[in-house]
């Protein structure tokens, strides 16, 4: 009875803790050549244009970047391209998808709906509806679902940053992330009004900010942090399309709430993908750092958490309590028992011994 009960308890404390699309032939790509890191070089299996949903009449796309090891409940990261949220393609992202996925980790280059004729939250969606997917087929992919950190460049490191805090609750679960890093990434599109790349943003969200600002809010990743977000690396050029003073927004806002940031400022006008060489060790290491170490996966509300952990704890107590009395009680039953059959044995021997 006590065994089964602190099996039952182990089972309620690791709860507390707590099919693929479409594809072309894949492709094997071999280790081209050494990592910028310490990591060992993996080869890994590249599938084109596997389908992660469907929305406004047209396909999601992403490219999944696999490695060729065995090991089993991989970290993974998405990936996300620029392009002032009206361009691009996940074919831009292709050397940072092979760099992360000779580490061993699963690589999802994702597509999304470009902002004409869609318009925010189109893009949004799309990211996190990638997200969700990722974890729903997590299995097929051996990656731990717990495990997913975005990265992004420009309109992409806008769209990584806004996985990292929309929303509320554990950054390990929904279309959330662990972890994300930004290059060159908007943070706060509101006081780019005016700016040179005001222009992008007004087209994304179909109206000027003096018309509809909670909407120029709604879509700020700075307007939507709050203590349960994922830690955020924020590279940016001193100098650059998108002013750094963004970027030193965002990690003062971060740093308030009590959320993990990091601030890599760039000399010179370098933007989005072009900051790869000064920055790409530093944004794997920060990627490393919170995706590979268990502990960092924090509990928005450890308050809450403990009084659940009390009241589980005084619920299996009473239940042991409760059964070794039951197991009392039935022993002094059995004891009673045998003693009432030995009496009228031991009256009859005392019987004959005195005869």
Same mark, same amino acid.
């Given at each position: 009875?006590? /065994?089964?009960?602190?099996?039952?308890?182990?089972?309620?404390?690791?709860? #507390?803790?707590?099919?693929?699309?479409?594809?072309?032939?894949?492709?094997?790509?071999?280790?081209?050549?050494?990592?910028?890191?310490?990591?060992?070089?993996?080869?890994?299996?590249?599938?084109?244009?596997?389908?992660? %949903?469907? !929305?406004?009449?047209?396909?999601?796309?992403? $490219?999944?970047?696999?490695?060729?090891?065995?090991?089993? +409940?991989?970290?993974?990261?998405?990936?996300?391209?620029? &392009?002032?949220?009206?361009?691009?393609?996940?074919?831009?992202?292709? /050397?940072? *998808?092979?760099?992360?996925?000779?580490?061993?980790?699963?690589?999802?280059?994702?597509?999304?709906?470009? *902002?004409?004729?869609?318009?925010?939250?189109? +893009?949004?969606?799309?990211?996190?509806?990638?997200?969700?997917?990722?974890?729903?087929?997590?299995?097929?992919?051996?990656?731990?679902?717990? /495990?997913?950190?975005?990265?992004?460049?420009?309109? &992409?490191?806008?769209?990584?940053?806004?996985?990292?805090?929309? =929303?509320?609750?554990?950054?390990?679960?929904?279309? @959330?992330?662990?972890?994300?890093?930004?290059?060159?990434?908007?943070?706060? #599109?509101?006081?780019?009004?005016?700016?040179?790349?005001?222009?992008?943003?007004?087209? #994304?969200?179909?109206?000027?900010?003096? +018309?509809?600002?909670?909407?120029?809010?709604?879509?700020?990743?700075?307007?939507?942090?709050?203590?349960?977000?994922?830690?955020?690396?924020?590279?940016?050029?001193?100098?650059?399309?998108?002013?750094?003073?963004?970027?030193?927004?965002?990690? !003062?806002?971060?740093?308030?709430? %009590?959320?993990?940031? /990091?601030?890599?400022?760039?000399?010179?006008? @370098?933007? &989005?993908?072009?900051?790869?060489?000064?920055?790409?060790? +530093?944004?794997?290491?920060?990627?490393?750092?919170?995706?590979?170490?268990?502990?960092?996966?924090?509990?928005?509300?450890?308050?809450?958490? %403990?009084?659940?952990?009390?009241?589980?704890?005084?619920?299996?107590?009473?239940?042991?309590? &409760?059964?070794?009395?039951?197991? @009392?009680?039935?022993?002094? $039953?059995?004891?009673? =028992?045998?003693?009432?059959?030995? %009496?009228?044995?031991?009256?009859?021997?005392?019987?004959? *011994?005195?005869?």
């Amino acid at each position: 009875m006590v /065994r089964r009960t602190l099996l039952l308890l182990g089972a309620a404390l690791l709860a #507390l803790g707590a099919g693929t699309g479409q594809t072309v032939p894949a492709q094997t790509v071999p280790a081209p050549g050494p990592s910028t890191t310490d990591a060992p070089v993996v080869p890994f299996t590249v599938t084109h244009d596997v389908k992660y %949903g469907t !929305a406004g009449g047209q396909d999601l796309l992403l $490219d999944t970047y696999v490695p060729d090891d065995t090991n089993a +409940e991989r970290v993974s990261v998405i990936l996300i391209h620029g &392009g002032a949220w009206r361009f691009g393609d996940k074919d831009g992202v292709v /050397r940072e *998808a092979t760099l992360v996925a000779q580490r061993g980790w699963v690589v999802f280059a994702v597509n999304y709906r470009l *902002a004409e004729p869609e318009a925010f939250p189109a +893009e949004i969606d799309d990211v996190q509806t990638a997200v969700k997917w990722a974890r729903t087929n997590a299995y097929d992919y051996r990656l731990d679902p717990g /495990r997913m950190g975005a990265l992004g460049f420009s309109a &992409g490191g806008h769209l990584a940053a806004m996985l990292a805090t929309l =929303g509320e609750g554990p950054p390990d679960r929904g279309g @959330r992330v662990l972890v994300a890093a930004s290059w060159s990434g908007p943070m706060d #599109l509101g006081a780019m009004a005016g700016g040179g790349a005001a222009i992008f943003s007004a087209l #994304l969200l179909s109206c000027p900010p003096a +018309e509809c600002p909670q909407r120029w809010a709604d879509a700020s990743p700075i307007s939507q942090v709050d203590p349960s977000d994922a830690p955020v690396l924020l590279a940016n050029s001193d100098a650059e399309l998108v002013p750094v003073e963004q970027a030193e927004a965002m990690a !003062a806002r971060l740093k308030t709430a %009590g959320v993990g940031n /990091r601030l890599v400022v760039v000399p010179g006008n @370098r933007h &989005g993908d072009d900051l790869h060489d000064q920055v790409w060790d +530093e944004t794997v290491a920060f990627l490393d750092d919170h995706l590979t170490r268990p502990t960092d996966l924090r509990d928005p509300n450890p308050k809450a958490t %403990g009084v659940l952990l009390v009241v589980i704890l005084v619920i299996v107590a009473g239940g042991v309590i &409760g059964g070794l009395r039951v197991r @009392r009680r039935l022993n002094a $039953d059995q004891g009673a =028992g045998l003693a009432e059959a030995a %009496g009228p044995c031991s009256a009859a021997v005392s019987e004959k *011994a005195s005869g």
